[in-house]
């Protein structure tokens, strides 16, 4: 079967300093060249989040959705725990006379960051992934919180592709999420990334599978150095929508190259391209 | 299980123009640098080969395993097709009275680079290493060539494993190498790779896998992208002796990034001594 990445960029979150900033000051300049960047650079959709700002997460992430539109026409990965809030940024960009219709050809559905099976969130943003036409990233956790073990993960993807599959939304539309833990609070937890994106796999060829890879190196010196050595391990295990950074060249050549290795690259046209000097 | 990485220095080898060099002129210092470079960087084996010099190979890899000898005291992967050649180099460094004795404690064996299932070079290379206590890498050919499928790949490594089994050289001291293709000859070429190595590793979970990670960027711009592009992904299927230039210190640090990411590094010491500024 034919492999496509989906890159999601991770740029346009609240939690970076300067993103923080731009958000507080209201820089439409900034926020629209960084959706613009990480278009240029790669991104096939790109991941919006005003959590930092707790008291006016709702209007925040309303003007980051309508600038970052001035800017850029990728789908955006709308990112919020809070139905209501994923609500308010739906509104803010659909027309009401779109919701309920299948999208235009080529035009790709936002996407609701995030669904899972704790009770309070999984019935509400159900209800606007379908009322919204919308995409869902679907955490791999339920009421008891972050699974500790592999097999509670699949156990878990499991039942939210069975569940959201009998409520209308197939698993082409979900973006399966395993929840990385960092190394550095427990030794296994890449390791067991990596098995879950498998086993994920193994049973779902037909979802996608995405993770925050910066989840994995956090509280480790030279981070980028780990996310972009986890990358080609997750390719190969079945992770196909990695929330990344698009700006960082290294784990972008990364991607080419494991592309390649994947055989997924027909004559190496893409490789080729991305490093032979005309 | 634990699994330990060999690290083989590929330096000293004469299709590496300065080396060819050095050894046209004899010049020691260089050799001897390269090989206390290579050792420095972390390599647990040299790899030693003269295949350049048709006419004095023998001559030429007996001088050089001997100057290696005088600047480090790494085990010695010695690197020729020819039985005659590697029995040349096998006596220059090897007392006579040491042979058919078991190692001391903490030495390892010589590897000889490498035996397969060709015809002429079975039962040479196996009477040598047998003759000389030597390890083996053994290429996963036969008299019909290098093999186009996975699944042959896979029978010629089950067949030397058992082989070698029966003349009493157990799988911990063989070293299959499935002959990686360069990629830019087949597109599924590295894909192929990495699926032989994980067949061959659930097969064997105690050989040794080898392969020259760079053969399989050989052709193609950004080698070495590459090839620290396809160690991850190798190590994750079951590659643990790679061949590679440990003077790249981008391949090294993806090798301790990946080590972290696979659960081997315990409490991230190794990572963190890495990475972290005293």
């Known amino acids: 079967m034919e492999v496509i990445m989906h890159i999601i960029g991770e740029k346009l979150n609240s939690s970076i300093p300067s993103v923080f900033t731009a958000l507080k000051n209201r820089d439409a300049g900034l926020v629209c060249r960084m959706a613009q960047q990480q278009q240029a650079a790669g991104a096939d ?38 139905p209501a809030v994923l609500e308010s940024a739906l509104a803010a960009f659909q027309r009401p006379e779109a919701r309920n219709q299948k999208p235009e050809t080529g035009i790709k559905r936002p996407v609701l960051n995030s669904i899972s099976l704790e009770t309070e969130r999984f019935g509400p943003v159900l209800a606007l992934a ?34 959201l599959s009998e409520n209308g939304i197939s698993p082409e539309r979900v973006f399966i999420d395993p929840l990385l833990q960092p190394v550095a609070t427990g030794d296994e937890n890449g390791l067991d990334a990596l098995l879950a994106i498998r086993q994920i796999r193994e049973m779902s060829p037909s979802c996608h599978i995405t993770c925050g890879l910066s989840n994995l190196s956090y509280g480790l010196p030279n981070r980028r150095l780990l996310n972009r050595t ?49």
């Open 130 to 163: 379908l009322q919204y036409n919308a995409d869902v990233i679907a955490l791999c956790m339920d009421d008891r919180g972050i699974p500790e073990t592999v097999a509670r993960r699949l156990e878990n993807a499991h039942k939210l592709l069975s569940r």
């Open 230 to 278: 986890f990358l080609p391990m997750a390719m190969l295990c079945g992770l196909d929508a990695p929330i990344l950074d698009p700006l960082d060249t290294q784990i972008m050549d990364t991607l080419t190259a494991a592309t390649l290795l994947l055989g997924r690259d027909e004559f190496c046209g893409e490789y080729i391209e991305a490093f032979v000097q005309p």
């Open 45 to 82: 959709y790109l991941d919006v989040n005003a959590g930092m700002f707790p008291d006016e997460e709702a209007e925040l992430l309303v003007w980051l959705v309508r600038t970052v539109r001035t800017g850029s026409d990728l789908p955006l990965v709308i990112d919020s725990p809070s």
